[in-house]
């Protein structure tokens, strides 16, 4: 994944759990819903800095109908 995206991810992850990450690789997924692909592309492993209590997070990038955002668990 291209640099800056990886900064927009660290960026919604540090929103949304209130701490530094570094990353560490992109794993692709593909989810399958009764035999189709319900979602595929990869997901990006972050480890948390400084969190209480997590020490990973997973963070990726989505389009749809035209929007584009990110999501970060």
Known sequence: MPPKEITEL??????????ESLHVESVPVKEVFEGQAAWEGKVEVFDLVGHRQAKRAYA???RWQSKQGSRCT
């Open 60 to 62: 990726w990038s989505y």
């Open 10 to 19: 660290k960026d919604a992850i540090r929103a949304t759990h209130g701490c």
